[in-house]
Structures are given as structure tokens and as C-alpha cells.
């Protein structure tokens, strides 16, 4: 389990997990969406923050934009580094890697973005539910 203060994984290790990564390179909104709805602490559900996720993809080309910002919360919440470089710049140049590297470290910290903020918050033994959400 990763500690405050530095990431489970590193940026470039997004094939670690072949699946992962094919469900992110096909389609990342899903895996957007899952770490969107744990980072919100619920706030925001798996399937809204994906459509957004695509609206924003089909009209500008922009998602970047909209998904450095979860990013920059997870970060904040477990104060890990703006590294390699800000948030914005690495969802620009990299967003599959930086969706998988968040993805990565939700699971490093107990959570499982599959399942969704309920079940996981419903468990119990989510490390930082109380802190990230409700």
C-alpha cells in the first residue's frame, strides 16, 4: 500500500495491466468514470462522468481539460507530487497513462474503482473513505 506523499506506480507503467490498459486506450471514459466516481467520494457517478467525459471529447477535443481536474484532486487528497509535470500537461500528453497511473492508485489504496464509490464506502475497509467522501 502506497503512502502519503508518493505515487504506488509510476506514469509509464500503464501496461502493467493488459486489461486496464486496453480499456483505456478503447475506451476511456469508462476509466475515467471509475475513478471520477471514487475521487468524488460518489459525488459524481461512473456513467455521468464518462458522458461528460465523451460530450466534451465529440464537441472540442478538450477532455483533457475535464479530467486533469480529478487528478489534481486525488493528488491533493493524498498529497502526491505534481510529477512529472502538472496535471493539465500530463492529461494532454499522456491521458492514457495518467487514467491508468489514477486508476492504479486507487487500487493501491484499497479501493476498487470497478465496484463503484457504494460498495465500496458499504465495505467498510476502504482506506480514506471517510476522508474522500461523505
Known sequence: MSSAGAWSSGLLDCCDDAGLCCLTCFCPCVT????AE???????SCGAAGAIY???AALTRCQ?????????R?????????????????????????????????????????AGWEANADKGNAPGAQQMGR
Open 32 to 35: 475515467f468514470g471509475r475513478v
Open 38 to 44: 471514487i475521487v468524488s467520494g460518489g459525488e459524481r
Open 54 to 56: 465523451v460530450l466534451i
Open 64 to 72: 483533457w481539460i475535464y479530467s486533469c481536474t480529478y487528478r489534481a
Open 74 to 114: 486525488l493528488r491533493t487528497q493524498y498529497a502526491l507530487p505534481d510529477a512529472p509535470c502538472c496535471d493539465c500537461c500530463v492529461h494532454l500528453c499522456c491521458s492514457p497513462c495518467a487514467l491508468t497511473q489514477e486508476y492504479r492508485e486507487l487500487k493501491a489504496r484499497g479501493f476498487d474503482p470497478e
